[in-house]
């Protein structure tokens, strides 16, 4: 079975511009969760989807969101992007919620 | 305050040393995760502690649950610069659907 696929793997914007995410999930997995990672924070929960609805949202601004198709596939957009989003964004699927989550390879993302 | 902590949060040893790193919290949880990321990679699932005092094993690591299932330790023995990497404990916060809370990370650096 293919893991999970990240795209693009690297994104250079600046600031101020917009940028949308991809992640596709391990095939049969219906519960998507994605994270930020950097080297002041850790990793940290961003949001959850399971069935095409966004289940749980961590403590980030509205700048941040995301959404979940029908095939499970999901992207996440950061709107007027500041310096400080320039992070490792890491998906994870599992199969149902509450599962063990699988994680891709991530998409770093440089805001300069 | 960090749910998890972790320490050490970083450690460079040699080859062939054993190492012991730590994941602490004042709540109960049903279950600890360790998770090992390499560089440029999503963090990868090495075991799952369940049980109060558990004590599992992957080849040269050894993981352990805290009696009280407040704490876990990992310890490796006869370190290999393959074990290089950032080692993260994690807990899944189940009220929440499948939000994972991770520690800090210790970074573990093996020289040959």
């Known amino acids: 079975k293919a893991g999970v696929t990240q795209t693009p793997r690297y994104l250079i914007k600046t600031r101020g511009q917009q940028v949308t995410l991809s992640c596709s999930p391990i095939s049969g997995h219906r519960s998507v969760s994605w994270y930020q990672q950097t080297p002041g924070q850790g990793l940290q929960f961003l949001f959850e989807?399971?069935?095409?609805?966004?289940?749980n949202k961590g403590n980030f601004p509205g700048r941040f969101s995301g959404r979940q198709f029908s095939n499970s596939r999901s992207e996440m957009n950061v709107s007027t992007l500041e310096l400080g989003d320039s992070a490792l964004y890491l998906c994870?699927?599992?199969?149902?919620?509450?599962?063990?989550?699988?994680f891709g390879p991530g998409t770093r993302l440089l805001v300069l | 305050t960090q749910l998890l902590e972790q320490s050490p949060q970083f450690l460079s040893i040699q080859e062939g040393e054993n190492l012991t790193v730590y994941c602490n919290s004042s709540?109960?949880?049903?279950?600890l995760q360790w998770y090992r990321q390499e560089p440029g990679e999503g963090p990868v699932l090495l075991v799952t502690v369940v049980t109060g005092g558990e004590v599992k094993k992957l080849k040269r690591l050894t993981f352990q649950f805290g009696d009280a299932r407040k704490d876990s330790s990992l310890h490796i023995t006869a370190a290999q610069p393959g074990d290089t990497g950032l080692y993260l404990c994690?807990?899944?916060?189940?009220?929440?659907?499948?939000?994972?809370?991770f520690g800090q990370g210790t970074e573990l650096s093996v020289k040959p």
């Open positions: 709540s109960v949880f049903s279950s």
């Open positions: 994870a699927s599992s199969f149902s919620r509450q599962e063990t989550q699988y």
């Open positions: 994690a807990v899944m916060i189940y009220n929440q659907g499948g939000k994972l809370i």
């Open positions: 989807y399971f069935s095409e609805t966004q289940r």
